[in-house]
T-cell receptor
Framework: NAGVTQTPKFRVLKTGQSMTLLCAQD?????MYWYRQDPGMGLRLIHY???????AKGEVPDGYNVSRLKKQNFLLGLESAAPSQTSVYFC????????????FGQGTRLTVV | AQSVTQLGSHVSVSEGALVLLRCNYS??????LFWYVQYPNQGLQLLLK??????LVKGINGFEAEFKKSETSFHLTKPSAHMSDAAEYFC??????????????FGGGTRVLVKP
């Protein structure tokens, strides 16, 4: 039972480069989320999805795009990476019931130089 | 917008001593309340949550938390710390509205150090 799997686990980008982070869940969850974690700030929501084909902005969406073409996958894209996007990125999913817990992936550590 | 405050970014306790991590939220309507734990280089794992009913909630690894509406608090405790409790702990809330999509708002986290 893999749960939530994130790819890649580590990445170094140069300023201006683009990349896509992949999140896959095998729990048939309706809801999926992308958070970023920065020291002292906890986790902040970037984008989320409440179902296949739907996405919405979170607290810090600027500089990111997402897509959810399949229920089990949620992609996070950086079109033109900036040093301010250096962070640890976490994907999470939940089954959609009210108060449902979120299940988190292992994280992707991204450094933009 | 909701906000979550965790008092103390770092807490040091002796093995066997009480662990107390404080969490306060700002919301006119009590939200759903969660505590997550993060071990080094890992994702977050749910410790416990409060949705409705009994205000004292028991979780995994001997942790418990009490929801106090009048104090807008959800403090986490463990009677006796173990070396394996060394980790970062996050308090989080989500809005009770169905339209909110179970989005979590996190506190800044409290890193717990356990001294032998």
């Amino acid at each position: 039972n893999a749960g939530v799997t994130q790819t890649p686990k580590f990445r170094v980008l140069k300023t201006g480069q683009s990349m896509t982070l992949l999140c896959a869940q095998d729990m048939n969850h309706e809801y999926m989320y992308w958070y970023r974690q920065d020291p002292g700030m906890g986790l902040r929501l970037i984008h989320y999805s409440v179902g296949e084909g739907t996405t919405a902005k979170g607290e810090v969406p600027d500089g990111y795009n997402v897509s959810r073409l399949k229920k089990q996958n949620f992609l996070l894209g950086l079109e033109s990476a900036a040093p301010s996007q250096t962070s640890v990125y976490f994907c999470a999913s939940s089954y959609g019931g009210q108060g449902a817990e979120a299940f988190f992936g292992q994280g992707t550590r991204l450094t933009v130089v | 917008a909701q906000s979550v405050t965790q008092l103390g970014s770092h807490v040091s306790v002796s093995e066997g001593a009480l662990v107390l991590l404080r969490c306060n939220y700002s919301s006119s309507v009590p939200p759903y309340l969660f505590w997550y734990v993060q071990y080094p280089n890992q994702g977050l794992q749910l410790l416990l949550k409060y949705t409705t009913g009994a205000t004292l909630v028991k979780g995994i690894n001997g942790f418990e938390a009490e929801f106090k509406k009048s104090e807008t608090s959800f403090h986490l405790t463990k009677p006796s710390a173990h070396m394996s409790d060394a980790a970062e702990y996050f308090c989080a809330v989500s809005d009770r509205s169905q339209a909110a999509g179970n989005k979590l708002t996190f506190g800044g986290g409290t890193r717990v150090l356990v001294k032998p």
